[in-house]
């Protein structure tokens, strides 16, 4: 059975940094693609990074791009997002995501060509 299962949110003020992990579990992963999306009150869910678990190759929103890094742990089967210069529109519920194959980009920045999810982690940045 597979898990994500995110940790790492908070409430942080403006101009600080987080910290998201996603501990990934159930199968093997090494040829997957991980995702971070996030949800704010009232909107729809949106891409913000990716990475292809065996290149490490990534992806960004524009929104987060300098600010935002994605990495993974091969041995820790975990995908972090250190988030920096975090500003109050970055305020969501932040979920973690697994796409199983190697896609096009189109598919990696798509939320519906994801497979797997995880229950979502609650970042709050205070102005």
């Known amino acids: 059975q597979v898990q994500l299962v995110e940790s790492g949110g908070g409430l942080v003020q403006a101009g600080g940094s987080l910290r998201l992990s996603c501990a990934a579990s159930?199968?093997?992963?090494?040829?997957?693609?991980m995702g971070w999306f996030r949800q704010a009150p009232g909107k729809e869910r949106e891409f913000v990074v990716a990475?292809?678990?065996?290149?490490?190759?990534?992806y960004y929103a524009d929104s987060v791009k300098g600010r935002f890094t994605i990495s993974r742990d091969n041995a820790k089967n975990t995908v972090y997002l250190q988030m920096s210069s975090l500003k109050p529109e970055d305020t969501a519920v932040y979920y973690c995501?697994?796409?199983?194959?190697?896609?096009?980009?189109?598919?990696?920045?798509?939320?519906?060509?994801?497979?797997?999810w995880g229950q979502g982690t609650q970042v709050t940045v205070s102005s």
């Open positions: 159930g199968r093997t992963f090494s040829s997957s693609t």
């Open positions: 995501a697994a796409q199983i194959g190697s896609y096009s980009q189109r598919r990696v920045l798509n939320q519906y060509e994801y497979d797997y």
């Open positions: 990475i292809r678990w065996s290149t490490s190759y990534s």
